[in-house]
């Protein structure tokens, strides 16, 4: 390790990047694809053999280490109660903590759910397209609608809830887009995890113990937890599958739109292709970039010895797009053939949700794909929200 400036150091944290991080997650990954950045005190990863590799990799921690940075003693308690309250979230926690976790709920996400969930994505698909109308048309508000009814519904949220948990939900995520912990957004988490424990008490846990609808039964195991289990559990699965679903859907209509290809023909009749737009749209552009990491011994990776109690930052992105493992990695190819992606993890904590997600993507995208047919949408742009590690969408404009 070396106190002298690398070349990169000042551009991962630069505005530019928060925008669109992938010239520069690909010039870490040529210049060493295990790159020490000072400013974060964090070796980020940047291949995709080397991060496939460390995520399936035992003696790393999931848990991230200190993100709370220097901060005014005033600011300490909201920053370290947000530093705690993520801790206790499963993809940032070991066994026997994440196990418990993941065993609660995994009956919730096998293939039998999704299937019957799937109907529901489709009528809320079916829904959101029929109501856009004419004129200018923002495709990433209807994207987060599709992604927050659903997610709200597999999780027992009353639909006339859905926009105060969604805004709950985004103050949460809002914490977990800054290098270091923010004080004002960790404020403001606090006071969302409060509201929401009591929401989680008073009107989810309720209908998970007694549901009027046979598929929240599997959700059982939440409900027999400790309350600040539960709340942990819940806004992990909230966030989790709100903001990378609208992400991933959004940047699946503004690939296919703003290019000239028809594939939009081919995929009203073939899920296969769809299929394969949603897992190209997934590598494209990971909804989280980042996988943190603790060493908990020694370990060599690459060309690197790094000692125990480093930070550790699996850059999927990054990986995602790597040419060794991708031809024209740059490019979005819906028929794209070549390895999996690393968008939803691999290992112990590979995502839990990942089967309702694409399932949820495919059935949107399906009736997109006849949306498009029909209405004939122009596009007009679309603009990113800078986030560090994240994948936002401000806006994507149609005309119809």
Not at 187 to 206: F, K, M, N, W
Not at 240 to 262: F, K, N, Y
Not at 328 to 352: A, K, Q
């Amino acid at each position: 390790m070396t106190a002298i400036p690398l070349p990169y150091d000042d551009l991962l944290l630069s505005e530019g990047t928060a925008l669109n991080p992938y010239s520069t997650f690909a010039k870490l990954r040529a210049y060493d694809p295990v790159y020490w950045h000072a400013p974060t005190t964090s070796w980020y990863v940047t291949s995709y053999d080397l991060v496939a590799t460390m995520l399936r990799e035992r003696s790393l921690s999931a848990c991230p280490g200190d993100y709370v940075g220097d901060q005014q003693p005033e600011d300490l308690p909201a920053v370290k109660a947000m530093e705690k309250f993520f801790n206790s979230w499963m993809v940032f926690s070991d066994p026997p903590n994440q196990t418990k976790l993941r065993e609660s709920v995994t009956s919730a996400f096998t293939r039998r759910v999704a299937d019957s969930w799937s109907g529901y994505a489709r009528e809320i698909a079916v829904k959101e397209f029929a109501r856009l109308g004419s004129g200018e048309i923002d495709l990433a508000d209807l994207s987060l609608r599709i992604a927050s009814r659903f997610t709200c519904a597999v999780l027992g949220v009353p639909e006339e809830d859905d926009e105060q948990v969604r805004l709950w939900s985004n103050e949460l995520i809002a914490c977990l887009s800054t290098p270091k912990l923010n004080a004002d957004r960790a404020r403001v988490g606090v006071r969302a995890i409060e509201q929401l424990g009591t929401y989680l008490d008073t009107r989810v846990l309720p209908r998970i113990r007694k549901p009027v609808d046979d598929r929240l039964l599997p959700l059982k195991g939440m409900a027999d937890l400790d309350h600040d289990m539960a709340l942990a559990l819940f806004t992990q699965l909230l966030t989790g599958g709100i903001d990378p679903v609208a992400s991933s859907l959004t940047t699946a209509l503004e690939r296919l739109l703003s290019s000239d290809h028809q594939d939009w023909t081919r995929m009203a009749s073939s899920p296969e292709l769809t299929d394969k737009a949603v897992e190209e749209a997934l590598r494209f552009d990971a909804p989280f970039h980042f996988v943190p990491r603790t060493t908990t011994e020694s370990i060599q990776i690459g060309d690197h010895t790094l000692s125990e109690g480093s930070r550790v930052v699996l850059v999927i992105a990054a990986a995602n797009r790597d040419p060794l493992a991708y031809q024209s990695p740059d490019e979005f190819i819906p028929s794209r053939e070549g390895p999996s992606h690393l968008s939803f993890g691999l290992g112990r904590h590979y995502c839990l949700g990942a089967i309702l997600a694409r399932m949820v993507l495919r059935e949107a995208l399906q009736e997109a794909s006849r949306w498009v047919q029909s209405s004939s949408p122009m596009y007009m742009s679309g603009e990113r929200m800078p986030a560090f590690g994240v994948s936002t969408w401000k806006r994507l404009s149609i005309l119809v």
